[in-house]
T-cell receptor, first 114, second 113 residues
């Protein structure tokens, strides 16, 4: 099991450019999440999905879009990159709800917008 | 608006000592309280979690204490080791939000040998 994988690990974008952050999980989890982490601010939820074809906004969705065509993949799209989107982005997937529910995080994508 | 407030921001503890990190919340609908550990350059990893039907949960050197009436919970790391040096995040979620986690701002723990 590779768990949750993210690509790329690091990217520099110019203001106004677009890119897609890739996320794949091999645990057959229905629930997947995208967070951004800014220094001293914890993690903020951008978007989440409860299964293929179903997505919803989190706390900070502006400037981002997602799609979920398969259980495994949950890409995050940045349109018209802005310096405020400089952050570390984490994808996560979750086991079914219950006493042992766990969110598994990927290694992150560090994005710098200049 | 920070739904989960975490303190302190940073903590320095001597090897063998006890590390204590505190969190507070306002939303009484929260019913799941995990702690995550994050090493530099890595994603967060679940350390230990508790639900409000118990006041304490212990796993090895890590203990969560939960005070439902005060809406507070804390992480205790006994016999702290240099390998415990990391950033710790508390979080909370409620069953109706499909696993959405609300994170505290994190505590950077340094354990001196």
């Amino acid at each position: 099991n590779a768990g949750v994988t993210q690509t790329p690990k690091f990217r520099i974008l110019k203001i106004g450019q677009s890119m897609t952050l890739q996320c794949t999980q091999d645990m057959n989890h229905n629930y997947m999440y995208w967070y951004r982490q800014d220094p001293g601010m914890g993690l903020k939820l951008i978007y989440y999905s409860v299964g293929a074809g179903i997505t919803d906004k989190g706390e900070v969705p502006n400037g981002y879009n997602v799609s979920r065509s398969t259980t495994e993949d949950f890409p995050l799209r940045l349109e018209l990159a802005a310096p405020s989107q400089t952050s570390v982005y984490f994808c996560a997937s979750r086991t079914p709800a219950g006493a042992q529910e766990t969110q598994y995080f990927g290694p992150g994508t560090r994005l710098l917008v200049l | 608006q920070q739904q989960v407030k975490q303190s302190p921001q940073s903590l320095i503890v001597q090897k063998g000592g006890i590390s204590i990190i505190n969190c507070a919340y306002e939303n009484t609908a929260f019913d799941y309280f995990p702690w995550y550990q994050q090493f530099p350059g890595k994603g967060p990893a679940l350390l230990i979690a508790i639900r409000p039907d118990v006041s304490e949960k212990k796993e090895g050197r890590f203990t969560i204490s939960f005070n439902k009436s005060a809406k507070q919970f804390s992480l205790h790391i006994m016999d702290s080791q240099p390998g415990d040096s990391a950033t710790y995040f508390c979080a909370a979620s409620k069953g109706s939000t499909l696993g959405r986690l609300y994170f505290g701002r994190g505590t950077q723990l340094t354990v001196w040998p």
